[in-house]
C-alpha cells in the first residue's frame, strides 16, 4: 500500500537501496505522501525468543529513530513491528519499542515519535508500559506527553508529520501514541 500511495519512484529508489538487513533500516525520499521520507525498517521474525530477535528489534527501533535526526527529521511513527505476520508477541515487542524510543528521547528532545496501533488491545499494552516505565504518576504529569493521536488514511491533522515509517500509510484503523519529551 504504501508503494501504492507514494507512486513508482519509490519503489525505484528502494530497487537502488541493496536489500535491508534485519534489526536495520534505510530511508528514501517520502514522493508523493504526505511525509519528507520513508524509513523502511526491518524488524525480525520471531522465531523463539531465544534467537536474538530482542537485539534485532531493538536495533531497528535504534537505527529509524537516529535515521529520522540524522535528517532532520521532528517526528516518526512507528507501528508495533514484527508484532504482525512476523509473530513478535505483542507485551514483548512493546517494552522493546518504548525502551528504545525513551532512550533516544533523552537525548534528542526535537523529536516526536506517534506509535501507531492497530487496536484497543495494542494501545492498552503500549500504555501500560509507557506507565510502568515512566513511574506511577499519570502520564498527562510525566515527562512525556502520551496521548490519543486521531490517525488514519493520510494522517489528517498530522501535518508537521516529516517522516514516515513504512507500512502504515494505509491503516484500516489505528490508534496512536505520542511521545515527545519536555
Do not use: W
Not at 535528517?71 to 512493546?94: H, K, T
Not at 519499542?97 to 501507531?116: K, P, Y
Not at 498527562?140 to 514516515?164: C, T, W, Y
Not at 507500512?167 to 484503523?173: I, N, Q, S, T
Amino acid at each position: 500500500a504504501i508503494h501504492r500511495a507514494a507512486g513508482p519512484e519509490l519503489l525505484a529508489e528502494c530497487r537502488k537501496l541493496g536489500g535491508c538487513p534485519t534489526g536495520s533500516g534505510r530511508i528514501t525520499k517520502g514522493y508523493r505522501l504526505p511525509a519528507g521520507y520513508v524509513i523502511h525498517a526491518v524488524g525480525p521474525v520471531y522465531r523463539d525468543g531465544e534467537s536474538g530477535e530482542a537485539a534485532k528489534l531493538a536495533s531497528c527501533y535504534r537505527t529509524a529513530l537516529q535515521l529520522a535526526a540524522d535528517n532532520g527529521g521532528r517526528s516518526v511513527a512507528f507501528p508495533a513491528i514484527s508484532c504482525g505476520a512476523y509473530g513478535y508477541p505483542l507485551e514483548e515487542a512493546a517494552g522493546i519499542a518504548i525502551a528504545e524510543t525513551l532512550e533516544f528521547l533523552q537525548s534528542h528532545h526535537a523529536q516526536r515519535v506517534v506509535f501507531v496501533l492497530f487496536d484497543e488491545q495494542a494501545y492498552r499494552v503500549y500504555e501500560r508500559i509507557l506507565r510502568e516505565h515512566d513511574g506511577p504518576r499519570p502520564v498527562k504529569e510525566s515527562p512525556i506527553d502520551a496521548q490519543v493521536v486521531p490517525s488514519g488514511p493520510g494522517f489528517e491533522g498530522e501535518n508537521n508529520l516529516r517522516l514516515f515509517l513504512g507500512l502504515l500509510y494505509y491503516a484500516p484503523r489505528t490508534i496512536s501514541i505520542s511521545l515527545t519529551m519536555s
